[in-house]
């Protein structure tokens, strides 16, 4: 079953990144991830001042809003999506991500699979 791991962090640091992990972090469990077989995708964000909102109203005009507005404490800095058994090993693959250390978070979803 395929499940996305949204990466969170609670704090970032002077170049963006999770504050309680470094790159060598990333590489080496992007590598376990991979190692694996169980990737399926993955991306790293750009930084949150890129963001663009978008919104429709009822009457159907578009708002597009730029800069960071985060509405949490959080900021998305990416996600993985894998293909694991059940919950169970995507929680043990969520808590191995450096994104879940210290201030930071992973929230797991599994992916809605439709038949068509």
Same mark, same amino acid.
């Given at each position: 079953?395929?499940?996305? /791991?949204?990466?969170?962090?609670? +704090?970032?640091?002077?170049?963006?990144?999770?504050?309680?992990?470094?790159?060598?972090?990333?590489?080496?469990?992007?590598? @376990?991830?991979?190692?694996?077989?169980?990737?399926?995708?993955? @991306?790293? /964000?750009?930084? /949150?001042?890129?963001?663009? +909102?978008?919104?429709? &109203? @009822?009457?159907?005009?578009?708002?597009?809003?730029?800069?960071? $507005?985060? @509405?949490?404490?959080?900021?998305?800095? &990416? $996600?993985?999506?894998?293909?694991?058994?059940?919950?169970?090993?995507?929680?043990?693959?969520?808590?191995?991500?450096?994104?879940?250390?210290?201030?930071?978070?992973?929230?797991?979803?599994?992916?809605?699979? $439709?038949?068509?």
């Amino acid at each position: 079953m395929k499940y996305m /791991l949204l990466i969170n962090a609670g +704090a970032v640091d002077e170049n963006g990144g999770a504050a309680d992990c470094d790159v060598q972090d990333w590489l080496a469990y992007d590598k @376990e991830v991979r190692d694996a077989g169980i990737m399926v995708s993955g @991306e790293q /964000l750009a930084d /949150l001042v890129t963001a663009t +909102a978008v919104r429709v &109203g @009822e009457d159907g005009k578009r708002t597009v809003t730029d800069g960071p $507005f985060a @509405e949490t404490r959080e900021v998305l800095g &990416g $996600f993985y999506v894998i293909d694991v058994p059940d919950l169970d090993a995507a929680l043990d693959w969520a808590a191995r991500c450096p994104g879940a250390r210290g201030t930071g978070s992973i929230v797991v979803r599994p992916v809605a699979e $439709f038949e068509g």
